[in-house]
């Protein structure tokens, strides 16, 4: 793993270069499809990320999985270039930061909601909202289930976690009690 100061320079001139040419939705995109498509295939990842395979065998890999995915000459050339200088095994921690400097730009914030069964239509639309209120940006809301949560939700939003899974609650609850003067 490189150091994410490493990670974000590489994040940053793609999003330079994807503010310039107006598509950084669309090169974030990319980079999520191709990692998504390396994570589902062991021997393209391992082809990718083994210094062992020849340079010209792993610039072929990319050919043929930019040519399969649609991919523009921007992120073919980018994904070469992190190939050349060893980083493609990167690619995920560069995705991620990259996603994260383009939705600063946008004035947008991810959150996740984790519940114990999925939440309807209405309940995210309204959690999203109150995302939104709380942080005064455009919210992207990814939901999950956890069983073991028992009822409520846990918001993650940025580096801030939002708990009121009735199991927190149990647990206070009992410490409470476990506390009280006799």
Same mark, same amino acid.
């Not at 999520?32 to 391992?46: D, F, H, K, M």
């Not at 083994?50 to 890999?61: E, K, M, T, V």
């Not at 073919?76 to 921690?93: K, T």
């Not at 947008?108 to 005064?136: E, K, N, Y």
């Given at each position: 793993?490189?150091?994410?100061?490493?990670?974000?320079?590489?994040?940053?001139?793609?999003?330079?270069?994807?503010?310039?040419?107006?598509?950084?939705?669309?090169?974030?995109?990319?980079?999520?499809?191709?990692?998504?498509?390396?994570?589902?295939?062991?021997?393209?990842?391992?082809?990718?990320?083994?210094?062992?395979?020849?340079?010209?065998?792993?610039?072929?890999?990319?050919?043929?999985?930019?040519?399969?995915?649609?991919?523009?000459?921007?992120?073919?050339?980018?994904?070469?270039?992190?190939?050349?200088?060893?980083?493609?095994?990167?690619?995920?921690?560069?995705?991620?930061?990259?996603?994260?400097?383009?939705?600063? =730009?946008?004035?947008?914030?991810?959150?996740?909601?984790?519940?114990?069964?999925?939440?309807?239509?209405?309940?995210?639309?309204?959690?999203?909202?109150?995302?939104?209120?709380?942080?005064?940006?455009?919210?992207?809301?990814?939901?999950?289930?956890?069983?073991?949560?028992?009822?409520?939700?846990?918001? =993650?939003?940025?580096?801030?976690?939002?708990?009121?899974?009735?199991?927190?609650?149990?647990?206070?609850?009992? =410490?409470?009690?476990?506390?009280?003067?006799?």
């Amino acid at each position: 793993m490189i150091p994410s100061s490493v990670a974000r320079r590489y994040a940053r001139a793609l999003l330079s270069l994807g503010l310039e040419e107006g598509r950084p939705e669309q090169y974030g995109d990319e980079l999520e499809q191709v990692l998504e498509t390396i994570r589902a295939n062991r021997e393209l990842r391992i082809l990718l990320e083994n210094p062992g395979y020849s340079l010209p065998d792993r610039q072929g890999a990319i050919d043929a999985l930019a040519s399969a995915l649609g991919l523009s000459p921007l992120s073919v050339n980018f994904l070469r270039l992190l190939l050349e200088r060893q980083r493609i095994g990167d690619l995920a921690q560069i995705a991620r930061i990259y996603r994260a400097m383009v939705d600063q =730009q946008a004035g947008r914030i991810r959150a996740t909601v984790t519940s114990a069964r999925p939440l309807g239509d209405d309940q995210t639309d309204r959690l999203r909202d109150a995302i939104g209120r709380m942080t005064g940006r455009s919210v992207v809301l990814e939901s999950q289930t956890d069983s073991s949560l028992i009822g409520g939700v846990v918001a =993650q939003v940025g580096t801030t976690l939002l708990d009121g899974s009735l199991r927190t609650q149990l647990e206070r609850l009992r =410490q409470e009690l476990k506390n009280a003067p006799l």
